[in-house]
């Protein structure tokens, strides 16, 4: 995809917390450091991200940062019950004060929500100019129309993308639009992976150049992902599907890769008595290790006003020597399940009477 009608291909990536990033590219496939993108506006592109005021809390779902006072302290802890007077978050330029009395909130600081961006740039409404189809953690998809030129993209407000009348909210949320040419009439469609791990297609009823979407159509299944002992030992189709619909083995016909989310229980012959004894044994030593570990970093964080600096330097020491223990005893015990990201390649049949299996 040239996004800027360079002749040089971009890359474009979704985020968590959500906001959209742009490699430029450049001459021999390189590409330059990523750009957040923007509206026209000037405003960064981040939907259903940004400032939101949660009651008590102002939650910013986006790349901010708590602004420091002049020796380079946050000007208000975040989640302090306590906390007096007012904070300052700064976000896509803004400086956003927080009321006194109301806590502060960033994403991935706490339980705030981000949007998990997913995006593919794609000339939507056959206009010659390359829009964004974006995809949210809610399993919404929106359209970001360019309303540039194809040389010089400038993107107007987003709006939600609807199928069958009604908008677009896949299972399990985690939206990830994909559009193509799917059933080969000369318009586009729009497929979108789900949280849940299953593919949907939505075909254009519309025309090439005022797409309008049916009803979606489960394409495929959902996966699954579990965390635990009982994971599986094969690979297996996993959760929050990313599609992408190209002609992957050259035979004229649109294939279907998946990315996924996944878990798999790593492949070793079953531990012994003696193995499992020590495994066991590893195991409830961690847990004493781990609990000693909450306990001294409560120690420190609760404690460290009044103390000289050699009182802090020692919960220091202990503090490394209890992770370096942790460190070590987490050797002995093998995980239950490691996290993997598969691709699969959905092959597709060369009678294409029926899009759902
Ligand atoms: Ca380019
Ligand atoms: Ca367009
Ligand atoms: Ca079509």
Same mark, same amino acid.
């Given at each position: 995809m040239d996004l800027d009608g360079d002749g040089?291909?971009?890359?474009i990536?979704?985020?968590?917390?959500?906001?959209?990033? %742009?490699?430029?590219?450049?001459?021999?496939?390189?590409?330059?450091?990523?750009?957040?993108?923007?509206?026209?506006?000037?405003?960064?592109?981040?939907?259903?991200?940004?400032?939101?005021?949660?009651g008590?809390?102002?939650?910013?779902?986006?790349?901010?940062?708590?602004?420091?006072?002049?020796?380079?302290?946050?000007?208000?802890?975040?989640?302090?019950?306590d906390a007096k007077g007012k904070s300052i978050v700064r976000y896509d330029g803004e400086d956003i004060v927080i009321p006194e009395g109301k806590q502060a909130g960033i994403t991935g600081t706490a339980s705030a929500v981000g949007t998990a961006s997913?995006?593919?740039?794609?000339?939507?409404?056959?206009?010659?100019?390359?829009?964004?189809l974006i995809g949210d953690i809610n399993g919404s998809v929106y359209l970001v129309p360019n309303e540039g030129t194809a040389k010089a993209f400038a %993107?107007?407000?987003?709006?939600?993308?609807?199928?069958?009348?009604?908008?677009?909210?896949?299972?399990?949320?985690?939206?990830g639009p994909f559009a193509a040419d799917?059933?080969?009439?000369?318009?586009?469609?729009?497929?979108?992976?789900?949280?849940?791990?299953?593919?949907? %297609?939505?075909?254009?009823?519309?025309?090439?150049k005022e797409p309008k979407l049916a009803a979606g159509v489960q394409i495929v299944k959902p996966g699954q992902a579990t965390y635990g002992a009982d994971a599986p030992k094969e690979p297996r189709r996993g959760v929050r599907a990313k599609v992408c619909a190209v002609?992957?083995?050259?035979?004229?016909?649109?294939?279907?890769?998946?990315?996924?989310?996944?878990?798999?229980?790593?492949?070793?012959p079953e531990p012994t008595a003696e193995e499992k004894a020590k495994i066991d044994k590893a195991k409830?030593?961690?847990?004493?290790?781990?609990?000693?570990?909450?306990?001294?970093?409560?120690?420190?964080?609760?404690k460290n006003v009044g103390k000289d600096k050699a009182e802090q330097e020692k919960d220091q020491k202990e503090i490394l020597a209890i992770r370096k223990r942790m460190q070590e005893l987490r050797k002995l015990v093998p995980p239950d399940y490691e996290e993997h990201g598969w691709v699969w390649h959905f092959e597709r049949k060369p009678l294409e009477k029926s899009v759902s299996k």
């Open positions: 040089h291909l971009d890359l990536s979704g985020s968590w917390p959500g906001e959209i990033f %742009f490699f430029k590219g450049g001459p021999g496939r390189t590409f330059a450091a990523p750009v957040k993108l923007k509206y026209k506006t000037g405003k960064t592109i981040n939907i259903g991200g940004g400032k939101r005021d949660g008590y809390m102002i939650l910013i779902a986006g790349d901010a940062k708590f602004e420091k006072d002049a020796k380079g302290k946050s000007i208000v802890l975040k989640f302090e019950k997913a995006v593919h740039a794609v000339d939507w409404d056959g206009d010659g100019k390359i829009d964004l %993107f107007g407000k987003e709006r939600t993308l609807e199928a069958g009348g009604k908008p677009i909210r896949v299972p399990g949320g985690d939206a799917w059933d080969g009439d000369g318009k586009i469609d729009l497929l979108v992976g789900a949280g849940d791990g299953s593919v949907w %297609f939505y075909r254009n009823i519309g025309t090439a002609d992957f083995k050259g035979d004229g016909r649109l294939d279907l890769l998946v990315g996924d989310f996944a878990t798999q229980r790593p492949d070793r409830t030593e961690l847990d004493e290790v781990m609990q000693q570990y909450r306990k001294a970093v409560n120690k420190r964080s609760s």
